[in-house]
């Protein structure tokens, strides 16, 4: 018996949601597969929320991107912010489930095959410095080391700075949440001949208003950037 296989007869492999038996590392058991609200289908271009009808080739955009200026050029989703979507943000988030971001990320990567050019730089969206300290991660960190490693591109944690706390976004209007990230980000000296003449993709764990990903993504243009194209792990409906 192979070292792998003892260890799974020591070890099983389980739900990383519930826990239960399941048959390979890193994976959900039917149950909470069926709670995990992946996106599929056709969605929006620029924020990749789920859109009612249509083909999954199709293009077309939401609500909220044909009346909201995004300065970023396309985007995309994994998950809905909803039932055990919701649960396995928060648990990578708040939780220290570190390991979530595996699977996590492959999932991102699959929905993101559509809008990943060649050349890319992959990017997160950084914490300030003390949410950073108090979490010990970033999270989004995380999930982009993870995608640009699987998707051969290069990956750049410290490419963006938050030099200002930005505070909790709960509970803020759409208008308090774009105002509050106004000059948030911006590119250190060292990073900007990374940026220069680059396509991005920038991602985080969580999309709302997009307040962030636009404060982010204007920053990354000021420094050089040729287009940015944004990628979460969960996307927020109104109705949620």
Known sequence: MG??????????????????????DFGLCAECWRETPFIA?????????????????????CDDCMTIARPWDRGR?????????????????HGDRMDLARPASGWMLK????????????VPVPLHWLR??????????????????????????????????TGNQDGKTRDARFANLVDAFSVPRRRQPL?????????????????????ATEALMSAGARSVNVLCLARVAKDD
């Open 195 to 215: 940026v220069v003449d680059r396509d991005i993709l920038l991602v985080d764990d969580v999309m709302t208003s997009g307040a962030t990903f636009s404060a």
């Open 3 to 24: 070292l792998q296989a003892a260890l799974q007869v020591i070890y099983p492999p389980q739900c990383i949601s519930c826990s239960a038996p399941v048959t390979s």
């Open 41 to 61: 289908g056709l969605v929006c271009d620029r924020c990749g929320i789920a859109l009612p009808g249509g083909e999954a080739d199709e293009t077309a955009h």
């Open 132 to 165: 950073l300290i108090r979490r010990k991660f970033n999270q989004a960190a995380l999930l982009s080391r993870s995608i640009a490693k699987a998707a051969g591109l290069d990956h750049c944690p410290d490419a963006l700075t938050r030099h200002r706390s």
């Open 111 to 122: 929905s993101a095959r559509p809008i990943l050019q060649p050349g890319m730089l992959v």
């Open 77 to 93: 989703a994994a998950l809905a912010y909803r039932d055990n979507g919701r649960r396995l943000v928060l648990a990578l988030k």
